[in-house]
């Protein structure tokens, strides 16, 4: 069971009981009316192949809001091919997940070079481990 609690919207400021959002009601009630007023923008079909800045143009609703809604799945790139995000890493416009191909082949190579350089060093750990002697003082 979610326990409530006061906090301050993350939209206005104002507080209010949280329960499962970080925004008010009155921010989330505003939120869905912004987003309806976009959904109704795009789905006619010459507005279909809108660009983000469009839409944002187009509606006066804010570019952040978009990104969020693109990733979120609420306006789903399928149906409008070009919608998309940054990258959450390089800022890079992508579609789905939270980072662009780049940032994640970088990643996957950040973290091949560590688990090189980390089964070199235990590896070298072990051979001077092996070969240590002890020398005893008389």
């Not at 940054?86 to 997940?97: E, K, N, V």
């Not at 950040?110 to 688990?115: A, W």
Request: aromatic letters at 8%; charged letters at 35%.
């Amino acid at each position: 069971m979610c326990m409530a609690e006061l906090a301050n919207c993350k939209s206005c400021g104002k507080v209010f009981v949280r329960t499962l959002s970080d925004i008010c009601p009155a921010c989330v009630k505003e939120d869905e009316q912004k987003f309806q007023k976009v959904y109704k923008f795009i789905s006619k079909r010459e507005n279909r192949e809108a660009t983000v800045t469009e839409l944002h143009e187009a509606t006066d609703v804010e570019e952040k809001l978009i990104f969020q809604w693109i990733e979120e799945g609420r306006l789903l790139v399928k149906n409008f091919p070009n919608l998309y995000y940054p990258c959450s890493s390089c800022g890079t416009l992508i579609q789905s997940g939270k980072l662009c191909k780049d940032c994640v082949d970088k990643i996957k190579q950040d973290l091949d070079t560590y688990e090189a350089d980390s089964l070199k060093k235990h590896d070298e750990h072990e051979q001077h481990e092996r070969y240590k002697t002890y020398r005893l003082d008389r």
